[in-house]
């Protein structure tokens, strides 16, 4: 597609629910990133692809978060029994590949919202 | 450790003039990306100028500039000729050759821009 797009661009839950965020990159990007941005804060690394693997999952707070990438593509973040500090927006950005040069295009974030 | 730090929680400039945003970086890696993105309040990150550690010289992206300086771990963004639609939150990020090229970003500085 044009830019990375994120679905869905609101999401309100109850508290122990299941979520899920999706994201669909750049065509022909293989790096996907997400991260986690908190009102008033810089981006929170999570995880990120390299292809359908995922190179680094080393920012997943806890087990609750998951995120699947199995085509190569499309990639969906997963939180399970959620809670209200998960409240945030979740950004994914796409880049072309790794290198120092890593430019990262990012979507518009899915507001997550736990009541 | 913080690796990115951006000391300026909110700077004020007045339009047509220049200003200057701070940020420190921390890595033992020779080998690394230095980045800034600006936020507007629609909240889309946008890519403004990239720094790589063995370029010569300082990154120019017409009215954006980084003063790259690799003795003082520091690199900071000038923007020159300040409009109106520069109001925004400005992220400085870095990525590493030991970290994956993974990019991880700063807390941010939220520039004014008076008329």
């Known amino acids: 597609g044009a830019g990375v797009s994120q679905t869905p661009s609101n999401k309100v839950t109850e508290k122990g629910k299941y979520v899920e965020l999706r994201c669909d990159p750049i065509?022909?990007?293989?790096?996907l990133y997400w991260y986690r941005q908190s009102l008033g804060q810089g981006p929170e690394f999570l995880i990120y692809?390299?292809?359908?693997?995922?190179?680094?999952d080393s920012g997943l707070p806890n087990d609750r978060f998951f995120a699947v990438r199995p085509e190569g593509s499309v990639s969906t973040l997963k939180i399970q029994r959620t809670e209200r500090g998960d409240s945030a927006v979740y950004l994914c950005?796409?880049?072309?590949?790794?290198?120092?040069?890593?430019?990262?295009?990012f979507g518009a974030g899915s507001r997550l919202t736990v009541l | 450790a913080q690796k990115i730090t951006q000391t300026q929680p909110g700077m004020f400039v007045q339009e047509k003039e220049a200003v200057t945003l701070d940020c420190t970086y921390d890595?033992?890696?020779?080998?690394?990306?230095l980045f800034w993105y600006k936020q507007p309040s629609s909240g889309e990150m946008i890519f403004l100028i990239y720094?790589?550690?063995?370029?010569?010289q300082n990154a120019t992206e017409g009215r954006y500039s980084l003063n790259f300086q690799k003795a003082r771990k520091s690199a900071n963004l000038v923007i020159s000729a300040s409009q109106l639609g520069d109001s925004a939150m400005y992220f400085c990020?870095?990525?590493?050759?030991?970290?994956?090229?993974?990019?991880?970003f700063g807390a941010g500085t939220r520039l004014f821009v008076k008329a």
């Open positions: 950005a796409s880049s072309l590949g790794f290198s120092g040069a890593n430019v990262l295009t």
């Open positions: 065509s022909g990007h293989t790096a």
């Open positions: 692809f390299q292809g359908t693997g995922a190179a680094d």
């Open positions: 890595t033992s890696d020779p080998s690394y990306g």
């Open positions: 720094q790589g550690s063995y370029d010569q």
């Open positions: 990020a870095m990525s590493e050759n030991t970290g994956g090229f993974k990019t991880i």
